[in-house]
């Protein structure tokens, strides 16, 4: 199951980076076209109006797949940025405990926006809504990204809060000079153990 939780982030990861590169050859393309229109202006006296269609637009939809399929893989390397001023305080089980609320209110909040984020692409799909945009793309379509980025949030932050309940600590911790306890080894596997004390 590890292997399995570890290529989904390594790919959604992937598909962001994807994205984002894809934004910057799009940019580039337009800033060529534009120094390109430029220059025949220049010498022709009339320049082309030489553009990408929708490229802004387009870039929008390539940003937002970046963001949101980032999520997952960014949250298993500890680079979310988090406000540790009242968590730092804490050590052990109650650290643990604190650690482990926050990871299943993260999971239920993003469970829900990947459930209206899900409706909400079906419905565009339904009844096929489209940009207004120069090309009119259907909106179905990066509002998937954003579902799909949001699910595998959603699958992390559970992944996480199982770590802790194994007694390890999680892998968003990177850094981190506290440490979670470690279940006993002859628990039983007893996760309970750990916030006992």
């Known amino acids: 199951m590890r292997a399995v939780l570890d290529g989904l982030y390594r790919a959604s990861g992937a598909l962001a980076a994807g994205f984002l590169a894809l934004i910057a050859v799009t940019v580039l393309l337009q800033v060529g076209a534009n120094v390109l229109d430029w220059a025949i202006g ?53 650290r643990a405990a604190i650690e482990l609320a926050v990871c299943l209110v993260g999971a239920a909040a993003a469970a829900y926006f990947t459930f209206y984020a899900g409706d909400l692409t079906y419905d565009s799909w339904r009844f096929n809504d489209r940009s207004s945009g120069i090309v009119p793309a259907p909106l179905w379509i990066p509002q998937a990204g954003m579902t799909a980025g ?19 600590k999680p892998r968003y911790a990177v850094g981190d000079d506290a440490e979670i306890p470690k279940a006993a080894a002859n628990d039983g596997g007893n996760a309970d153990k750990i916030f006992s004390e």
Do not use: N
């Open 42 to 94: 220049l010498a022709t006296g009339r320049p082309l109006g030489l553009m990408i269609p929708s490229y802004s637009e387009f870039t929008g939809f390539f940003l937002v797949a970046t963001s949101f399929l980032a999520l997952g893989y960014t949250l298993g390397h500890g680079g979310h940025i988090r406000v540790s001023l009242i968590i730092g305080r804490f050590k052990g089980r109650t």
């Open 150 to 168: 949001a699910t595998v949030l959603a699958i992390a932050l559970l992944d996480e809060a199982a770590r802790i309940l194994r007694g390890e």
